[in-house]
């Protein structure tokens, strides 16, 4: 496909309110839980973004019937009597949607073969493999099992406790969606504070989920088997992942004032404002409430006279782990060096972001250090010039909001991957104030 080049001139301090697309991650669980519920799914407000559509067009290719518009649609589910997919299910760039779909298939007594792009069928599926097999499921994949296409044939299946080496929120969900056709009580446990969105949705769905927490840090979270979900009516929450670009725009500007409205706040989330706080931004949050178990309201953040440096706690790097690119935008504003660490996991996300970012800051003459698992960014002077988005929208989305506080252009050689997530993502750039353009 023909690259979308983007162009981001240096321009006044952004400002304004905007409303982020609706929670990706939050989405693609709605999709499934509708279909797996019994009676109507009602979702506003989905991420329109082609990751999640790739997750609807999976469920309706499992029997769903999808009505409405795309901001208002109902799904009628199967209660659990899922069809046979005719033909390969293609997860596009979505590592969510791999995951989390291979543990619905998993209980299901038919073939389906999960397929994506390149970036995709680079990332590893041997961490859904393992207990999904353990439960009863028959699966393969190319490389020694290790990257897709994944091959499933379902089963019956048995309960496991299942325990997790790294605190993956996918993979904890994974394992909890093939728990709810499983005989017994399937259990995961968790070494870290990953996202908990399923978790919530079940409850919502009127699902029995119960959770303890583990002497050693993180939790154990367990579902009884056949557990149908019920239809929900959800209001989707904005995306904190991608709202993060605006706020951290915000708060390398000194006279930036930028407010999200209707982003979700659920506290596995948002790390990124605890850092920006720490850096001397003004974060404000207001108009707070909870829909369908999740926090949400507006998020104003200010960009002050000068901005710190500062390291980020290990502890702190789940709840901001997709936010680790928009964290590089502060950190190369900021007066003096700013680490990060315990952040391996970015190696195996869309592309691998320590290297693509370490890379595109140098290239933009900041001066970085690329860590086994981190970044150390010396903030300063960011001079402008060529990024390469290697495909991934986070990049992409990054090298766009340091472009407006560059002394010179930013060009990124293809920004059509923002797409996946953020449709809307340049008319929100141009209406805040920043100057951006296709080349
Ligand atoms: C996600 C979990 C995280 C995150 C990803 C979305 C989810 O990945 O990085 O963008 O929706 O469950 P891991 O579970 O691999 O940490």
């Known amino acids: 496909m023909k690259p979308t080049p983007l162009i981001v001139e240096p321009g006044p301090a952004l400002f304004g309110a905007f409303t982020p697309p609706g929670d990706k991650s939050i989405t693609h669980r709605a999709w499934l839980l509708a279909l797996l519920a019994e009676g109507d799914t009602h979702v506003s407000g989905a991420n329109p973004g082609a990751d999640c559509e790739g997750t609807l067009h999976a469920v309706q290719a499992l029997g769903v019937s999808v009505t409405g518009t795309p901001d208002a649609r109902t799904l009628t589910g199967l209660g659990g009597r899922v069809r046979e997919p005719e033909a390969v299910l293609d997860c596009g760039n979505s590592g969510t949607m791999l995951r989390l779909l291979a543990g619905v298939l998993a209980a299901q007594p038919f073939l389906s073969v999960l397929t994506g792009d390149d970036s995709l069928r680079r990332r590893p599926v041997a961490r859904v493999i393992e207990p999904l097999r353990a439960m009863g499921a028959t699966l393969f994949a190319r490389d020694g099992d290790r990257l897709p296409p994944l091959v499933i044939r379902g089963a019956r299946l048995a309960a496991v406790r299942h325990s997790l080496p790294v605190a993956s929120a996918q993979v904890a969900s994974s394992v909890l969606l093939a728990g709810l056709g499983a005989d017994g009580e399937t259990s995961v446990e968790i070494p870290g504070p990953a996202r908990d969105h399923t978790e919530r949705m079940l409850r919502a769905a009127g699902v029995a989920v119960v959770e303890t927490a583990l002497a050693a840090g993180g939790r154990r979270v367990s579902v009884r088997g056949h557990a149908l979900p019920r239809g929900l009516r959800l209001s989707v929450p904005g995306d904190f992942s991608a709202a993060a670009f605006f706020?951290?725009?915000?708060?390398?500007?000194?006279?930036?004032?930028?407010?999200?409205?209707?982003?979700?706040?659920?506290?596995?989330?948002?790390?990124?404002?605890?850092?920006?706080?720490?850096?001397?931004?003004?974060?404000?949050?207001?108009?707070?409430?909870?829909?369908?178990?999740?926090?949400?309201?507006?998020?104003?953040?200010?960009?002050?006279?000068?901005?710190?440096?500062?390291?980020?706690?290990?502890?702190?790097?789940?709840?901001?782990?997709?936010?680790?690119?928009?964290?590089?935008?502060?950190?190369?504003?900021?007066?003096?060096?700013?680490?990060?660490?315990?952040?391996?996991?970015?190696?195996?996300?869309?592309?691998?972001?320590?290297?693509?970012?370490?890379?595109?800051?140098?290239?933009?003459?900041?001066?970085?250090?690329?860590?086994?698992?981190?970044?150390?960014?010396?903030?300063?002077?960011?001079?402008?010039?060529?990024?390469?988005?290697?495909?991934?929208?986070?990049?992409?989305?990054?090298?766009?909001?340091?472009?407006?506080?560059?002394?010179?252009?930013?060009?990124?050689?293809?920004?059509?991957?923002?797409?996946?997530?953020?449709?809307?993502?340049?008319?929100?750039?141009?209406?805040?104030?920043?100057?951006?353009?296709?080349?």
Do not use: C, Q
């Open 247 to 439: 706020l951290a725009a915000a708060a390398a500007t000194p006279g930036s004032r930028i407010t999200a409205n209707g982003v979700g706040l659920n506290p596995t989330r948002t790390g990124l404002l605890d850092v920006l706080e720490r850096m001397g931004a003004k974060v404000e949050r207001s108009e707070l409430r909870i829909e369908a178990g999740e926090e949400l309201g507006n998020v104003t953040v200010e960009g002050p006279a000068r901005l710190a440096s500062f390291d980020v706690p290990v502890e702190w790097i789940p709840r901001l782990i997709d936010e680790v690119p928009a964290w590089t935008v502060v950190a190369s504003a900021a007066a003096g060096v700013s680490r990060l660490a315990g952040a391996a996991e970015l190696r195996v996300k869309e592309s691998d972001r320590l290297s693509t970012l370490a890379r595109n800051l140098a290239a933009l003459g900041v001066h970085v250090r690329e860590l086994r698992d981190g970044l150390e960014i010396e903030g300063g002077r960011i001079a402008g010039g060529a990024a390469r988005a290697e495909g991934d929208h986070r990049i992409a989305m990054a090298f766009a909001v340091l472009g407006t506080r560059a002394a010179s252009a930013v060009r990124i050689d293809d920004a059509a991957s923002i797409a996946t997530s953020y449709p809307g993502f340049v008319s929100t750039l141009v209406a805040l104030g920043g100057r951006a353009g296709s080349a």
